[in-house]
């Protein structure tokens, strides 16, 4: 490369960067102001101290390949999730569970929900939710606040 030609590409650079960081400060002081956008911001999946159910939207992307959790909204090939804490296991109306979760007895509190995710197969042998286990609590936590908001 042309000793110019390098010059010329590092004020580029050095361009480029500056206009990066006049651009990025109003974007941060909205994603502060913004719960939501903090969420959205975050590597998915990664917990947000300052609002779980934020953070817990986004760690849900794991699940949503199953589940459904709007209102009303058919179930997947997992039922649907939409105000699941405080109900009994196995009972989203149209969805066909496993014995095992049906004869389970549990009522989804946010404590059960935790050890269910925390390994499925070992809270409920025998059920048929092949994945979706969450190893990180604080993730876990984010996850069944979310749950925990959707309510009608
Ligand atoms: C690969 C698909 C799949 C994924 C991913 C998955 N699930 Fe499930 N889930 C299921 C199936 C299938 C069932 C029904 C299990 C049964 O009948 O034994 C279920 C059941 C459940 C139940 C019990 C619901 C009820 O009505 O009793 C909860 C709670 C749940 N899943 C939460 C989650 C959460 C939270 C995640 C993400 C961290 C997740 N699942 C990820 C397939 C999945």
New binding site residues.
Partial sequence: MQPTAAFAMTGLALLLSACGSRAEAPVEQIVVRQPGAVAASAPVGAPDAGDPVAAGKVA?A??A???SAAPGAASG???N?HG?VGRA????PGFS??P??SKSGIT?TERE?DT??ANPAAK?PG??????Q?TDAPRRAA?IAY?ASLKD
């Avoid at 059920?127 to 979706?132: D, F, L, P, Q």
Wanted: hydrophobic fraction near 65%; include cysteine.
């Fill in positions: 849900f794991a699940c390949a199953c589940h090939i997992g039922p999730l699941v296991a196995g009972s989203a569970y496993s095992a979760i989804w929900l269910f995710l409920v059920t048929s939710m092949a994945a979706g969450v996850i749950l």
